[in-house]
Nanobody, 120 residues
Framework: QVQLVESGGGLVQPGGSLRLSCAFS????????MGWYRQAPGKERELVAT???????NYADSVKGRFTISRDNAKNTVDLQMNNLKAEDTAVYYC??????????????WGQGTQVTVSS
């Protein structure tokens, strides 16, 4: 059974940076699209960034140029580096795994979520 454990997150001022990390276990990591999604209060969960095992990447328009997703297939981890954070980035961030290569759909496996709050 796939398990995802997130770390990172917290409170940061506008313009600051945070790094989220997700550890994957329970299957062959390189076969999965790994992604980060977020859900702000009162809003639906939305895609932030996804990455295939082969390195194809997809970003939401709202984070392009500010966020970077990266994965280490040897360590079974996927990170999200978030720079120039804005108040509208405040949300609970979730790690997600989907078997295959589709970048635009989430899979059935979710981490527990980690809160990111951008506020002065």
């Amino acid at each position: 059974q796939v398990q995802l454990v997130e770390s990172g997150g917290g409170l940061v001022q506008p313009g600051g940076s945070l790094r989220l990390s997700c550890a994957f276990s329970g299957s062959i990591f390189s076969r999965y699209v790994m992604g980060w999604y977020r859900q702000a209060p009162g809003k639906e969960r939305e895609l932030v960034a996804t990455c295939t095992g082969g390195g194809r990447i997809n970003y939401a328009d709202s984070v392009k140029g500010r966020f970077t997703i990266s994965r280490d297939n040897a360590k079974n981890t996927v990170d999200l580096q978030m720079n120039n954070l804005k108040a509208e980035d405040t949300a609970v961030y979730y790690c997600n795994a989907r078997l295959g290569t589709t970048l635009t759909m989430n899979g059935p496996y979710w981490g527990q979520g980690t809160q990111v709050t951008v506020s002065s």
